[in-house]
């Protein structure tokens, strides 16, 4: 920068600190250390008044880099569900890790038909054999930042939801019985009779997008 006019009757310096802020003035003016710097952090996103069914209060971040899950679920051949969630512009912390939220971190929650099931630091987790019952569920996973509040995008959690359908176990297959009718007169007989099992469908898992539209 170049002045057009005059000389200044006083130089004032301006030191650059190591935090980053640069400081003008007399030595009575105090300036943030880095240890205030790191216990007052920016806050991140913005909390809402809206809250999930546990009251979770949700943390709403711009589309922009936002945190996104997809749930897959698949039957085993253990007769249970193999969990995977795949995960974007996120990734968890330890269990460690400071009560705060802090951009693209933190854990997932995993719910079965609205009911908490497990929370996740990994990205895939099982379902136990007979755990569901007979009929269609709904798996969710929801993600949270580290102070417990729920990651949010248009005031809406993010989330991903998979329908899955459990079937009724196959019947054990019944041994074959053939019938002879007592013996009559000469020539006299009946035909041999035979019992089949049943046919049932096979028990089929399907992912499906959120219910929010989001992260699918």
Request: hydrophobic letters at 30%; charged letters at 25%; aromatic letters at 6%.
């Given at each position: 920068?170049?002045?057009?006019?005059?000389?200044?009757?006083?130089?004032v310096v301006?030191?650059?600190?190591?935090?980053?802020?640069?400081g003008?003035?007399?030595?009575?003016?105090?300036?943030?250390?880095?240890?205030?710097?790191?216990?007052?952090?920016?806050?991140?996103?913005?909390?809402?008044?809206?809250?999930?069914?546990?009251?979770?209060?949700?943390?709403?971040?711009?589309?922009?880099?936002?945190?996104?899950?997809?749930?897959?679920?698949q039957?085993?051949?253990?007769?249970?569900?193999?969990?995977?969630?795949?995960?974007?512009?996120?990734?968890?912390?330890?269990?460690?890790?400071e009560?705060?939220?802090?951009?693209?971190?933190?854990?997932a929650r995993?719910?079965?038909?609205?009911?908490?099931?497990?929370?996740?630091?990994?990205?895939?987790?099982?379902?136990?054999e007979?755990?569901?019952?007979?009929?269609?569920?709904?798996?969710?996973?929801?993600?949270?930042?580290?102070?417990?509040?729920?990651?949010?995008?248009?005031?809406?959690?993010?989330?991903?939801?998979?329908?899955?359908?459990?079937?009724?176990p196959?019947?054990?297959?019944?041994?074959?019985?053939?019938?002879?009718?007592?013996?009559?007169?000469?020539?006299?007989?009946?035909?041999?009779?035979l019992?089949?099992?049943?046919?049932?469908?096979?028990?089929?898992?399907q992912?499906?997008?959120?219910?929010?539209?989001?992260?699918?």
């Amino acid at each position: 920068m170049s002045w057009s006019r005059g000389v200044l009757p006083a130089v004032v310096v301006c030191v650059l600190l190591v935090t980053g802020s640069a400081g003008c003035g007399s030595d009575d003016a105090s300036a943030p250390t880095g240890q205030e710097s790191a216990m007052s952090p920016s806050p991140v996103g913005k909390v809402l008044d809206d809250t999930d069914d546990d009251g979770r209060h949700y943390r709403e971040v711009g589309k922009k880099g936002a945190p996104q899950v997809a749930v897959e679920v698949q039957p085993d051949a253990a007769g249970g569900w193999d969990v995977r969630l795949n995960l974007r512009d996120f990734r968890f912390s330890p269990g460690d890790a400071e009560a705060r939220a802090v951009t693209g971190r933190g854990t997932a929650r995993l719910f079965v038909d609205d009911r908490p099931l497990a929370d996740l630091r990994d990205t895939s987790f099982r379902i136990a054999e007979g755990y569901l019952a007979h009929g269609t569920h709904q798996v969710t996973a929801r993600l949270y930042a580290d102070d417990g509040t729920v990651w949010a995008v248009d005031g809406k959690p993010v989330e991903s939801t998979a329908d899955i359908t459990a079937s009724e176990p196959e019947p054990e297959p019944e041994p074959s019985s053939a019938s002879q009718s007592p013996v009559g007169e000469p020539g006299s007989s009946s035909p041999s009779v035979l019992s089949a099992p049943g046919t049932f469908p096979r028990t089929e898992g399907q992912g499906s997008p959120d219910r929010g539209g989001k992260a699918s």
